[in-house]
Every structure is written in structure tokens, then in C-alpha cells.
């Protein structure tokens, strides 16, 4: 396996109408990886997303209209199986996710993972949920957990690190409903023995925009998801 240093890494990051943050969330990845490529995946924005990832030096695909991160990111898998790279990190164009944790989940891939978190509730910063979308996050990592053979305590997280092996899964298959991008793919990835691990992140406060799903629609996708993960552990 490549190292960190030597592996050809594609950071994906899809975006919906985030004009305002883009070019600082791509600065910040090319300074923490300056080896990398940088590919933003314009999700049908109605704002200057695309131009300006461009300006910012990134390479810019765009979507005819919205799909939803699910879509945007099967997109950036397909390119990155097209154009032979080994590993894909995936992070948000909201300013939510700080670039400089990505090493460590590139570091992660060199020990024998496959497909690496990075968890917020994993003892590093302050990040909270409560009410009942964290009862259902709190369930859904139990038994994520338990099909993974490891504690995961963020199934739910968009920042994440595949290897090419994944990164071949996930471009023949991914789902593209409301959390299929993160609940269903850990699933998948696990039911095909590979191995799933997590490194602590720092969340932090949103640079600008608006999130995409309400609490209330939140917690309902969760419960679906919830329904989908337990069908993947009865399943034969």
C-alpha cells in the first residue's frame, strides 16, 4: 500500500450554494495537502459555487441540477476510479470540517483500514446533539458498531477517507438519499469485509450558508436509516 505521501489522494468536496465559503475551504485543504487534488462537485448551485472554486484553483464538476450529497459524491467517485486515484477524502464546502485532521485519517488507511471517520464524539472538541436526533445517532452507531466489529461513535459524519478498493465499491454503488451517503455506505462497506475505523475530529461552526435538512426531517431520514441498517444485519 502507497503511503500518505505517495498515494495519488482526491479530496471531494460536494456543494450546494456555497459561494461565500468554498474558496477559504479550499485554501485550507491545499495547504494541509498540498500534494493533493482538489475537486469540488458543484451540486446544482443558482450561485457562483462552481466560478469560484475554479478562481480558488480547485477542478470544478458540475451537476445539471441538485441530487443531494449521495449524488454529488458518487460523481466524485466515479472520477476518482477514472482516473486511477488511491484514495478519495471527502469533506464539507461549509467550513464545518477543518482540513488539517485529514492526515490522520490518511494515516489510518496506511494501519489496515479501509474507510476511515472522522468522529465528532470521539473525545476531540466540544460538538453536541441532543433530543432525539441524538437518542437515534446514539442507535444507529450501536449498531453500526456491532456490524463493523469496532466502536464507532459518528456513523453519521461526511468526513471521511475510502481506500481504492472502496473507492471501487463506491463508484460501482452508492445511494443517494438523505444519509444513504454515510449510514448506508458503512453498512455496505462492512457487509463486504471491509475494515471500518474511526479517528477523532473538531467540528466546527458552520463558515456560512444554511444546513440542507431540518431537525424534524432529520430525525425521520435517521429513522430510515435506522430500518435499512437493521434489513443489511438480518440479511443473508
Known amino acids: 500500500m502507497a503511503t500518505t505521501t505517495e498515494r ?17 475551504v479550499i485554501a485550507e ?9 482538489v475537486l469540488v462537485v458543484d451540486d446544482g448551485s443558482t450561485d457562483r459555487t462552481a466560478a ?8 470544478v464538476a458540475s451537476l445539471p441540477y441538485n441530487l443531494g450529497v ?20 471527502q469533506i464539507d464546502a461549509d467550513g464545518q470540517h477543518d482540513p488539517c485532521y485529514v492526515s490522520a485519517l490518511l ?12 468522529a465528532r464524539f470521539a473525545g476531540e472538541g466540544d460538538y453536541a ?11 444507529l452507531s450501536t449498531v453500526l458498531s456491532r456490524l463493523a466489529g469496532t466502536r464507532l461513535t459518528d456513523v453519521t459524519s461526511g468526513m471521511r477517507a475510502a481506500s481504492r478498493p472502496v473507492v471501487e465499491l463506491f463508484a460501482a454503488q452508492y445511494p ?9 455506505t458503512l453498512a455496505m462497506a462492512a457487509r463486504r469485509g471491509f475494515a471500518v475505523r474511526q479517528v477523532p475530529v473538531a467540528m466546527r461552526a458552520r463558515a456560512g450558508g444554511r444546513p440542507s435538512q431540518r431537525p424534524f426531517r432529520a430525525c425521520l431520514y ?8 437493521l434489513l443489511a444485519l438480518i440479511r443473508r
Not at 495519488?8 to 477559504?24: G, K
Open 8 to 24: 495519488r489522494v482526491l479530496v471531494v468536496v460536494p456543494a450546494l450554494n456555497e459561494a461565500d465559503c468554498i474558496p477559504a
Open 29 to 37: 485543504v491545499r495547504t494541509a495537502l498540498p500534494s493533493a487534488d
Open 52 to 59: 469560484r472554486a475554479r478562481e480558488a484553483g480547485a477542478r
Open 70 to 89: 449521495g449524488g454529488a459524491m458518487r460523481l466524485g467517485y466515479r472520477y476518482a476510479s477514472a482516473r486511477d486515484y488511491d484514495s478519495v477524502v
Open 107 to 118: 494515516d489510518r488507511l496506511d494501519t489496515g483500514a479501509d474507510l476511515v471517520i472522522g
Open 129 to 139: 446533539v441532543s433530543g432525539p436526533r441524538r437518542w437515534m445517532m446514539l442507535l
Open 176 to 184: 443517494v438519499e438523505y444519509l444513504g451517503d454515510t449510514v448506508e
Open 222 to 229: 435517521l429513522a430510515r436509516a435506522l430500518l435499512v441498517v
